[in-house]
Structures are given as C-alpha cells and as structure tokens.
C-alpha cells in the first residue's frame, strides 16, 4: 500500500487556465497556477485511459475507477498544485529561488524574475504578456473581419503539484498512476494546446515513489 503524496514536477511550456472573466481588456484571460489542479487531475486521467488501453497484461481494467471515480463513487486521489505564491497588490508572484538558492519573486503575469524588495517597484512597469489571436471562420479557412482577440498566459516554465491520495492506494493503483505520470508527456495542460500552451515537455516523479512501484512490478 502507498499513501504519501506523490510530488511530481513538469516542464512546460507556458500555461493557460480557461474560466476566467473578460478584463483588462483581455478577451481569454487565464486562470492563475492555483487554479490548475483540476488541469492536472484531468489530463492524468486520459493519460490512465491510455494507460489502460494500450498496455494489456497489466490487469488494470477497473483500476482507472478506483484512482479518479465515477459517477457513484469518489476516486482515491486528490491533485493539489504545490507552488508557493504571494500576492502584493492583487498580482501573484512565485516564490522561487535563483541560480545561487536565494529566494526570488518570479511575476505570474510578465515572467520576470525580481528581488522581494523590489515588487511593489515591479508593479508600476510591469507589462501584461498578451497575444492576439485571430479567428478563423471554419467554413471558408479565412480571417473573419473584426474577431481579433486577446488572450494572456502564465509565463512559467515548470508546475510542480502533489497527489495526495485519500485512501492507500493499492499496488496497481499505484502503477497505474506511476504510468499515467509517464505518459503525460506531449500531452497538453489547460487551453489553447494547438499554440504549444501547457505541453507538457517532461515529468519528474519522486524517487520513492518511482522505486516503490518499480520494486513491486519487478517481483509480480
Ligand atoms: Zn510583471
């Protein structure tokens, strides 16, 4: 049985959170990285289908139901985002370190990277990283006059989250979920994946996770 959280971090390339409300004059604005953790629990759970269609043998038909649920019951597990955010003056910042480990505020809004002293200064020049995007009517593959719209990202390279699970997790739930972490890669998290938004690049599992399921898939 395996009941710790299981910490794991992607790379990837930009975020976008849909389910924000129009402002600031932007049409598509993204949710912040607190929101993402049903993202996650998502896009996990078509990776376990995956998991379980194209690797037989395995015995893990009817696991997926157990890890994430249906419409009776409550899966095992639940996904939280694991990053430290601080808010001044409504705008979130990541707390993070720098090359040499001292602690900086990375802006959620434009990417860069600044001192603590230095946020309240950062506010006054911070520029909104927005795209424009341009509507294409579907029918005729050409640009539809006055649908031009804009959206913004998270600028962030990485999204570190924990599975915590809420019930110990049987050793096939457990290799279940070790692959579907394993098969996250290339999948995309939250919107406007055709843009490259939430690819996710790579997947870094715990170590104590990985040997655990590994150990136990080696001796059955
Ligand atoms: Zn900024």
């Known amino acids: 049985m395996w009941n710790e959280d299981i910490d794991v971090k992607l790379q990837v390339k930009g975020l976008r959170i849909g389910g924000g409300m129009p402002k600031y004059n932007i049409d598509l604005p993204t949710l ?15 990776a376990a289908r995956k998991v379980v269609n194209s690797i037989g043998g ?79 009517d579907s029918k005729f593959g050409s640009v539809k006059s006055g649908h031009l719209f ?10 570190k989250f924990s599975i915590k699970p809420i019930l110990p997790l049987s050793d096939k739930e457990a ?12 999948e995309s998290l939250g919107g406007f994946g055709s843009r490259g938004f939430g690819l996710i690049e ?12 590994v150990k136990r898939r080696d001796v059955s």
Do not use: M, W
């Not at 804009?150 to 999204?159: A, E, F, M, Q, R």
């Not at 290799?175 to 290339?186: A, D, T």
């Not at 790579?202 to 399921?213: A, H």
């Open 175 to 186: 290799l279940l979920i070790y692959y579907s972490l394993n098969f996250l890669r290339y």
């Open 58 to 136: 395995l015995g893990l038909d009817g696991v997926e139901s157990e890890v994430f649920g249906n419409q009776n019951k409550e899966g095992k597990i639940q996904v939280s985002v694991r990053e430290n955010i601080v808010e001044v003056n409504s705008t979130k910042f990541l707390v993070t370190e720098d090359k040499s480990g001292s602690h900086i505020l990375k802006c959620l809004v434009c990417g860069e990277e600044i001192k603590y002293s230095e946020a309240k200064q950062h506010l006054k020049v911070c520029k909104r990283r927005i795209r424009s995007g341009i509507k294409i």
């Open 32 to 46: 912040s990285i607190d929101y993402a953790s049903s993202s996650i629990k998502g896009v996990l759970r078509k």
């Open 150 to 159: 804009s959206y913004d990202y998270i600028p962030v390279k990485t999204l």
């Open 202 to 213: 790579d997947v870094c599992v715990s170590d104590k996770f990985r040997e655990y399921v």
